[in-house]
Each structure stands twice: as C-alpha cells, then as structure tokens.
C-alpha cells in the first residue's frame, strides 16, 4: 500500500529546496543562456560563421551545449570557450537536480 503521508512529507521537502534555490534554478535556466548565446553570436558574427548568425541559433547552440552537446563548430576562441563553459555548467546543473532530488526524500 503507498504511503501518502511520505509522499506528500517527500513533495513538501522538495517545493520548499525549490524555494530556497529559486535563484539557482533562474541563473541557469534564463540568465546565463541568455549571455552566453550574446557572446556566441558576437563572437561567431565576428568570425563569420553563418551557422550561427541569429540570436536563437545561439540559444539552441548554449541550450544543447548544456544538455548533450551539439553538432554545431563554432570557429572563434570566445564561441569555443564559451561552448566548453556550457558543457560544464550543464553537467553541474544535472548534478545539482540530482541532489535536490535525492536530499528531499
């Protein structure tokens, strides 16, 4: 038989880690794509890149850098760099979802 008072003990422990980190889960989500997807697009304009020339390439591009990487070159140093960035940050942030999840419970 489910236990729901575990459950519902579980849930609250979760929204209330939420809570305490929303300015975690807001960086990562909005605040640092949107940067990082400017300094692509400066850097790869710079480079003449044309596979990246809108602000939503960007975005895909720092999106799917976070989350399984991507098939997209970029020939700049900053585009690289921030690409690599990405890549770490999306691993961290999957690891810090992780562990939100597991100390909830």
């Not at 300094?39 to 044309?50: G, H, K, M, P, T």
């Not at 799917?64 to 770490?88: E, Q």
């Given at each position: 038989?489910?236990?729901?008072?575990?459950?519902?003990?579980?849930?609250?422990?979760?929204?209330?880690?939420?809570?305490?980190?929303?300015?975690?889960?807001?960086?990562?989500?909005?605040?640092?794509?949107?940067?990082?997807?400017?300094?692509?697009?400066?850097?790869?304009?710079?480079?003449?890149?044309?596979t990246v020339s809108?602000?939503?390439?960007?975005?895909?591009?720092?999106?799917?850098?976070?989350?399984?990487?991507?098939?997209?070159?970029?020939?700049?140093?900053?585009?690289?760099?921030?690409?690599?960035?990405?890549?770490?940050?999306?691993?961290?942030?999957?690891?810090?979802?992780?562990?939100?999840?597991?100390?909830?419970?």
């Open positions: 038989m489910i236990d729901l008072d575990y459950w519902r003990g579980v849930l609250s422990n979760l929204g209330q880690n939420l809570l305490r980190t929303w300015f975690l889960w807001v960086f990562v989500a909005v605040v640092y794509p949107s940067l990082a997807a400017l300094v692509i697009l400066y850097a790869e304009r710079r480079a003449n890149n044309n809108r602000y939503w390439d960007a975005i895909y591009f720092v999106v799917a850098c976070m989350t399984i990487g991507t098939n997209i070159t970029p020939k700049s140093g900053w585009a690289k760099a921030t690409a690599i960035l990405s890549g770490v940050i999306g691993i961290i942030f999957l690891g810090l979802m992780v562990w939100l999840i597991t100390v909830s419970f």
